[in-house]
């Protein structure tokens, strides 16, 4: 078995002024290039990522970090993203790293579990589930008045607080004016991918920058709702199929009806979601009148 890995030395150095001396650091996650840990000190706790330099595409991902670092600095001065979210940013002796505020939420799909089911039917889930599209919402209404896209809208970006907030993490792959790419983006998640950024994709080839525009975020919630909600996704393909075919078959534009597979009705929440899946970006709401609508 291969040994736990440990956080940069550098950047736990830096943040225990923002901690404290640490009382515990757990590894998040290791993959695709990049590593993540909570520390977890008196102060406060905070979200520690780092690029692993021993990965295939270490280089990418130490200047996706510092893609992400120049992204929060410029979101936080445009009063899209609250000052508190940044911690800090720096080198370490492989590579980059940065350090955000530790979130304590679930994963949308964790946290919509009981709403996937017949038991979800009662009075008491439709103003939560609707509190947590709103809020949401709210978050990419900032965004996108700034003029970014996220870019990356999906289950795993998105955490539910204990008092039925969304919160939006990972800004990565975020896409605003002006941007000076590090590293082109080329869609996210294959699954919450909108049919106009699945068609460039596959028209455009692979080191070439596309810009994602908000109302691609905006199909990426619906989707992400859909799939968290009913537990499939709004777009049908066999599994086996490559990226490039699974995205072939989303640019076509065709979803799912949401009302043959919902777990049980909640028609205004049902109209929201499919009207953000709607093919065509102009016809779909903006996150402002969302916010409005749930």
Partial sequence: MGTTPAPPGEAVALLTGQTGEPTAIHVLSDRRGSRAWKLQGPKRAVALKAN????????????????????????????????????SAGTWEGGRWLAVNWIDGVPLWRALALARGPEGDRASVRPWLA????????????????????????????????????????????????????????????????????????????????????????????????????????????DDLDRLQKLAVIARGATTALRDVRPWPFPEFEDAVTACLAPDPADRPTAKELTAAW
């Fill in 52 to 87: 692993n330099p021993d990965g295939d595409n270490a280089r990418d991902k130490a200047a996706e970090m510092v893609q992400e670092d120049d992204h929060l600095c410029r979101l936080t001065a445009a009063g899209a993203l609250s000052p508190d979210y940044r911690v």
């Fill in 131 to 238: 509190g947590i599209a709103r809020t949401w919402t709210e978050q990419l209404a900032l965004m996108h008045a700034a003029g970014w896209a996220h870019a990356d809208v999906q289950p795993t970006n998105t955490l539910v607080t204990h008092d039925g907030h969304a919160a939006v993490i990972d800004y990565a792959l975020a896409c605003g004016p002006g941007d000076g790419r590090r590293v082109p983006y080329r869609g996210a998640l294959t699954h919450t991918t909108a049919p106009e950024l699945a068609t460039q994709i596959l028209d455009t080839p692979a080191d070439t920058h596309i810009q994602a525009q908000p109302s691609a975020d905006i199909w990426s919630l619906g989707a992400s709702l859909f799939w968290c909600w009913t537990g499939q996704r709004p777009v049908a393909y066999d």
